[in-house]
């Protein structure tokens, strides 16, 4: 079998076109476009990328995005100042605070960082009053990631009612929200993490199965279930040549991207996969690009109950 590939950047594309309207609308009335601040603390290289392609993305599509820079060397207490003086200004509907901080900052900055910002503009659902919404499920600013693939498991009509979900990862801004996700829909959901026994053989009773881990290929043949419907959301840098002739053949396209560009974007999931699932999203191409129109729902959506209030 091969697995039909589920083009997230098909369909981010389309649902760029479904916003692009309603953002001009909300600019004609309200006088202003709806506004998304980015901050950034540090100069993470795949955070630079990550947050180019967001306010590339918000600017396309006629949003006000703007990027507030800190340097490495910021403290907490600055970053918060910065996330405040966010807070009170009106042209602002989302705030985006790009993980992860520096490590500088401690253990715990993430979660202060996140709190500090007011739940109305909190676009990436990571405050403790959105987590609590979506917890009773009445959340209106859901994280990006686990609602773009629901958004894409139901616009390509994969069923998730009565289904084996399997999820693994657990962090705050993937794993924990995509499995509650699923569970509101009716799938019985299994949470896998690095201290899960016997992985593999516990992916292998998913019909879905999502990878959020951030280990290239790690998902072999071993962890599916044929048929299985299989999300990858992780995205690693592999730079050493071995591992990329280990994962495509000779003659692969992905070979001469790699050496074209000296790395290659790889995935969770293992390309031998594609054999076994009945569908599965690429990488790149798949889960990001709806990470990223997500963001863009979730500022419009911020800006129209703002000026509802
Ligand atoms: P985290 O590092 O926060 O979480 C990783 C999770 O994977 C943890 O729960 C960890 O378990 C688990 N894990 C690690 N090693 C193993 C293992 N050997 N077996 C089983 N579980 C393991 O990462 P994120 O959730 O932030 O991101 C995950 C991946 O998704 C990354 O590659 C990231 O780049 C990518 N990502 C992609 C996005 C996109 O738009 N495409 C958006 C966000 C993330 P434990 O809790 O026990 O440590």
């Known amino acids: 079998m091969s697995a039909r590939l589920l083009d997230g950047q098909a369909l981010a594309a389309r649902m760029q076109q479904e916003i692009r309207p309603q953002v001009a609308e909300f600019t004609r009335r309200r006088g202003r476009p709806p506004g998304l601040a980015i901050v950034l603390v540090g100069q993470d290289p795949a955070s630079e990328v990550y947050v180019g392609h967001k ?11 703007d990027l507030n820079r800190l340097p490495e060397t910021a403290t907490l207490d600055e970053t918060l100042a910065l ?54 499920n009445r959340a209106a600013l ?21 289904q084996r979900a399997v999820v693994i990862g657990r962090s705050d801004i993937v794993g924990k929200p995509m ?75 992905r070979r001469a991207v790699f050496e074209k560009n000296g790395s290659l974007l790889v995935g969770d999931v293992h390309p031998a996969v594609a054999e076994l699932a009945s569908a599965l999203t690429p990488v790149p191409g798949g889960v990001g690009p709806l990470t990223i129109t997500m963001l863009m729902m979730n500022t419009l959506r911020a800006a129209h109950a703002r000026v509802a209030r």
Do not use: W
């Not at 306010?55 to 995005?65: D, M, P, S, V």
């Not at 709190?115 to 979506?134: C, E, Q, R, Y």
């Open 55 to 65: 306010l590339k993305a918000g600017t396309e599509i006629g949003f006000r995005a």
């Open 83 to 136: 996330v405040q003086r966010l807070n009170r200004e009106e042209v602002y509907d989302g705030i985006l605070v790009q993980s992860p901080l520096p490590k500088s900052m401690g253990a715990g900055a993430g979660i202060t960082v996140f709190d500090a910002i007011d739940p109305s503009k909190d676009v990436d659902g990571l405050t403790a009053v959105n987590v609590g919404k979506l917890v009773q």
């Open 142 to 162: 859901i994280s990006c990631t686990p609602a773009g693939i629901i958004e894409l498991l139901e616009r390509e009509r994969i069923p998730i009612a009565g």
């Open 179 to 253: 499995a509650l996700l699923l569970l509101q829909r009716d799938a019985t959901v299994t949470i896998c993490h690095s201290k899960t026994p016997n992985l593999a053989e516990v992916c292998r009773e998913a019909d879905i199965l999502v990878a959020a881990v951030g280990r290239a290929a790690m998902v072999t043949t071993d962890f599916v279930k044929p048929g299985a419907v299989v999300i990858d959301v992780g995205v690693n840098r592999v730079s050493d040549r071995p591992t990329v002739e280990l994962l495509y053949p000779k003659g692969h396209r």
